[in-house]
């Protein structure tokens, strides 16, 4: 297939990014290696600056300006609760039905769409500087930085949407995990969690529902990872205490604050794994953690 060339315009935000940024990644065949161009906004590319480009028109497509097939700004789209992202979403799900089911891929639309539509007024305490790290201010901060790049801007996108993609993937696929793999337990009257899983977002996602403590087992590696939310009055000290004498060669590290107790980090690199099963490392938990065990001894 020829290699096509994708317009968008000119200081590109998170919309015009986005539509890009899904037509290179889910439609591989047709655009992975696209190029990019720049136009002012509304306007299509020249016949000519294709042609200095490389490029005849029937190889360029045009997002987020132009007011063609992936642009949103004509008189009765503009109405709409649509965006470039949107649309080309649309697209490419036309192409391959089992993107309609990318449930990262939608989370990543919906909030582009929100962010077109000046959407983020509503959120919860939107006046938050908080709200000032999230992609799109981001991208808009690179035209202060490196001002007039249209190129260098969208690439920056580009590897954020990326990034966000993998994260969502990550996130999904751990409230699934959590639903069908999880297992409940209580120290006492303190909702807990298990799990066997190489998904290490589990962890955060399971103390948001409501587990205090949370217990998860790399699978592959045998690392394992015990938190604690930090609202609890849980201490892991005594759980440590316990397994350094039982688990005496594997790396464990216990935070200054007890809420972490963490066999397995990427920050360390010759950390030796546990050997103690999930369901040994519960019945540790409960033993140094549970305070009508310690009365009844």
Aim: net charge negative; proline share 3%.
């Amino acid at each position: 297939m020829e290699r096509q060339l994708i317009i968008t315009h000119h200081a590109p935000d998170i919309d015009a990014i986005g539509a890009v940024w899904i037509l290179k990644r889910f439609d591989l065949d047709k655009y992975a290696d696209a190029k990019l161009a720049f136009t002012n906004p509304g306007e299509t590319i020249s016949m000519d600056a294709a042609k200095d480009l490389g490029f005849e028109l029937h190889n360029t497509t045009h997002v987020d300006t132009g007011l063609g097939r992936f642009d949103h700004h004509q008189a009765d789209k503009g109405i709409q609760r649509l965006s470039a992202t949107m649309l080309v979403r649309d697209y490419v799900i036309s192409k391959n039905l089992s993107l309609e089911n990318d449930e990262a891929l939608n989370i990543i639309s919906e909030y582009i769409t929100q962010i077109d539509h000046f959407e983020e007024i509503y959120w919860p305490d939107a006046g938050s500087d908080r709200y000032e790290f999230m992609i799109h201010e981001l991208i808009r901060g690179i035209e202060f930085v490196d001002p007039h790049n249209d190129e260098s801007q969208t690439q920056f996108g580009l590897t954020c949407l990326d990034s966000a993609y993998a994260i969502l993937t990550q996130h999904v696929k751990a409230k699934e995990i959590i639903a069908e793999k999880g297992d409940e337990f209580y120290i006492d009257d303190i909702k807990c969690l298990a799990l066997e899983t190489r998904n290490d977002d589990t962890i955060k996602i399971a103390q948001k529902q409501g587990f205090e403590l949370v217990i998860r087992k790399d699978k592959k590696l045998g690392n394992i990872r015990i938190k604690v939310r930090p609202d609890s009055k849980l201490n892991l000290a005594p759980l440590y205490e316990l397994i350094k004498t039982i688990d005496k060669k594997a790396t464990w590290y216990n935070h200054p604050d007890g809420k972490m107790l963490l066999n397995g980090t990427k920050k360390h690199h010759n950390q030796i794994p546990s050997k103690l099963s999930i369901n040994e490392v519960i019945k540790l938990a409960k033993t140094s953690l549970s305070k009508k065990a310690k009365n009844e001894e």
